[in-house]
């Protein structure tokens, strides 16, 4: 961020991740955020005053009920939210701000009819995000441990379970399900500290649309994709992890497709360093599996193979620059975290991904995920 830049944002920071990173405290509701001439402010009610004083860090609050008092005592008609950041501009000399992509368009509307000139700054809000300091890895690494704690809660579960008939699971004498097996991810990963949201349990065919969370019982010797992304519900940050396990025996093709993608993640591991574009870590496992085999594309109307990135930045959001695809652009840098989660789906087989998560340093990258990699339970 420029300290010559003048930035506004209207928003809450429970949502809002420009906004979180900008004040470092949840407010359920939208409020002021300026930088103007390289100091912060932000406008609290009432309501939040306090907290925020002594929460918000770096940024000088302003009351937004005396600014109304001002506006009213000066014969103002008008004190919302327009007014209030009009008055403040004007008393720091600013006559134009640059606000984030989703900026409300009727405030910014009413900010024009004000005199206010507001123009969307290109690019990030805050390029600075995409670079890790040693206090969010740390944080981004506490939240991959919540993460950690659910996959444990869900890999014991499946160990318990037993083997049915037509294959189906059998958890503490009932059918075990997705949903089931899903609600004992999240409730580790809450009493953990972390905030689970679709959580994915997926068996069988169902594991070969990526984003399917998963639904009904679950089988034996079909691989069962486990895709776990908490938010700490203190920091806000965002940890990620996918593992597939079968439960009982993996056929032989499953388990030479979970050979493919294991083999495809390490190549990937050992190309992320500071310095190498972002394509050319995805290429690196696109060119490998197809030399193994595993065509990507359409076939009987439906995508195969591997048709989704190689991995995506996390932080306060989870899906954050960088991206690792086809299409991403730029070179990787020290102090990125990202994911590497190369994946195969096969509707004949089922689908297989492994993710983990790394920091990239100058000479390659360290691995923050502990977790084991094992296909059978």
Known sequence: ????????????????????????????DPFIYLQLRGKKFAVMSDLEIDRARKS????????????????????????????????????????????????????????EQAGVAVKVKAGSFFPQREFKSADEIRKITA???????????????????????????????????????????????????????????????????????????LRANEPIILDLFPRSQSTGYFGDITRTVVRGRAGEAVRKLYDTVLRGQKLALSRVRAGVATTEVHRGVQDFFEQQGYRTGRRAGRMEGFF??????????????????????????????????PGLYYPGLGGVRLEDMVVVTRNGCRNMTRFVKSLEL
């Open 56 to 111: 918000a860090r770096g940024c000088r609050i302003l009351s937004l009920t005396s600014i109304q008092e001002k506006l009213k005592a000066a014969g103002s008609r008008q004190s919302g939210v327009a007014e209030v950041i009009r008055h403040i501009l004007k008393d720091h000399g600013v006559a134009s701000v640059l606000v984030p992509e989703l900026f409300p368009l009727k405030l910014a509307n009413d900010l």
């Open 143 to 217: 939240a991959l441990r919540m993460a950690e704690a659910g996959m444990a809660a869900g890999m014991a579960a499946l160990r318990a379970s037993r083997i049915g008939r037509q294959r189906r699971l059998i958890y503490r004498g009932s059918p075990f399900t997705s949903e089931k097996l899903r609600a004992i991810i999240d409730t580790a990963i809450l009493l953990a500290g972390g905030l689970a949201s679709h959580t994915i349990v997926a068996c069988g065919k169902q594991g070969c649309d990526p984003h399917e969370t998963g639904h009904g019982p």
């Open 308 to 341: 989704h990135g190689t991995g995506h930045g996390v932080g306060l959001e989870i899906h954050e620059p960088p991206r690792l695809g086809t299409t991403s652009r730029g070179v990787l840098s020290p102090g990125q975290v990202v994911t590497v989660e």
């Open 1 to 28: 961020m420029k300290s010559t830049e003048n930035l506004l944002m209207v928003a809450d920071s429970e949502h809002d991740a420009n906004m979180l990173y900008a004040v470092g405290m949840f407010v359920p």
